[in-house]
């Protein structure tokens, strides 16, 4: 008998034997990512398989101010009725005018899967924090002085996916409850309905429709989006975005998306409400991706008339090094697999249909490659 269990949703399950990692450094940014923010931090988690369905995980985050946590949680490989997880978090934070304070949040995750139907039910995390708990993201908040500081009291989040398949029809349902210490509760509600068809010589157009809900003790904040994605050959796409808010105020996306150069992309698009787009003051953005053996190069420009502009370039590549050698090569998520290869000192190679090469050592590195998959190369 076979099983298919979502690891994906519940992150601390691990092949037994194996340990998974990951680190970071550095210091927040703002919204929009426009400053950096204060306080510089490390963080660090671990996932390590203690037995064939049994993993262990540990995490914390280490600032160079009044803030630490550190985290401890179980997972389980249920095979058949699916997967669940069990963490604990401590905090011990000071916060602006207030003592030192300990606080412990704790968290349960289940995922199931339903083979016979293809549906997918995911209880995303009940979380209870007690009243002196602080996230990372609550304290950030109040030492950058901002206004929307909420203290997090309980949460939960479940999620229904169903594709059906006679209509070809994907549907997607949501339900998340946040109560807090010191504010008013809410109840986020979404559903989501998702549909590719043909239109005469136009092949698999992607529409999708969504309803969302946040009720909170004094109102309710309705929106509205529609999304229609018309390909324009095999790679190059015509996108248009719709979205009504709660004050029936209507704002539009067109956007133009070219990946027909493997190694270059482009894209261009522009957005704004009726008045905006009226009085020639939409918001005009455009993109460019240069894909190398390293690593990618990104260009991007924001600007609306009479308001404001931007301009931003990013460099996005990996490292991996191992007691059999070293290499620069293509971004890899930080839990992805890779593959490196030693050609015994031979340069320029070209692997994975020319994607990646050798370096001057004869090491080469294939990033994002499946897990516990065969894989040709």
């Not at 602080?134 to 997090?152: L, R």
């Not at 015509?238 to 004050?247: E, H, I, T």
């Not at 956007?255 to 009226?278: I, L, T």
């Amino acid at each position: 008998t076979q099983w298919q269990v979502a690891s994906n949703s519940i992150p601390y399950l691990t092949r037994k034997g194996q340990i998974r990692y990951t680190t970071a450094m550095g210091k927040p940014t703002s919204v929009g990512g426009d400053s950096l923010q204060q306080p510089f931090f490390w963080t660090g988690e671990f996932s390590w398989g203690w037995l064939n369905n049994v993993s262990l995980y540990g995490g914390s985050v280490l600032t160079n101010r009044d803030y630490q946590s550190l985290a401890a949680g179980v997972g389980f490989n249920l095979n058949s009725l699916g997967s669940l997880s069990f963490d604990v978090t401590r905090s011990d934070a000071q916060l602006h005018n207030q003592d030192k304070e300990t606080g412990y949040s704790y968290r349960a995750n289940y995922s199931k899967r339903f083979e016979s139907t293809g549906s997918q039910l995911t209880f995303a995390g009940y979380r209870f924090s007690d009243k002196n708990f602080v996230t990372m993201n609550e304290y950030i908040n109040d030492t950058n002085h901002y206004t929307n500081y909420q203290n997090e009291k309980e949460s939960y989040i479940v999620t229904f996916n169903q594709y059906l398949e006679s209509l070809r029809l994907n549907t997607y349902v949501s339900l998340a409850r946040n109560t807090y210490w010191d504010a008013s509760s809410n109840v986020n509600y979404s559903l989501s309905l998702s549909r590719d068809f043909d239109i005469g010589p136009l092949k698999n157009v992607s529409t999708s429709l969504t309803f969302s809900r946040i009720n909170w003790e004094e109102d309710n904040q309705d929106q509205l989006y529609l999304n229609i994605s018309i390909p324009w050959g095999t790679s190059r796409t015509l996108s248009y975005g719709m979205q009504r808010n709660q004050d029936n105020k209507i704002s539009h996306t067109a956007s133009w998306y070219d990946s027909s150069d493997r190694n270059n992309s482009w894209s261009v698009s522009a957005s704004g409400d009726n008045d905006e787009f009226k009085d020639m003051k939409a918001s005009l953005r455009a993109s460019y991706q240069h894909n190398t053996e390293n690593g990618r190069l990104y260009l991007s420009g924001t600007s609306q008339r009479d308001s404001y502009y931007s301009l931003n370039a990013s460099w996005n590549g990996s490292f991996t090094a191992t007691r059999h050698g070293a290499a620069f090569h293509d971004y890899s998520g930080s839990a992805d697999s890779r593959f490196m290869i030693d050609a015994d000192g031979a340069e320029d190679i070209p692997l994975n249909n020319k994607r990646a090469v050798t370096n001057r050592y004869g090491i080469g590195v294939i990033p994002s490659v499946s897990s516990y998959i065969t894989t040709s190369l």
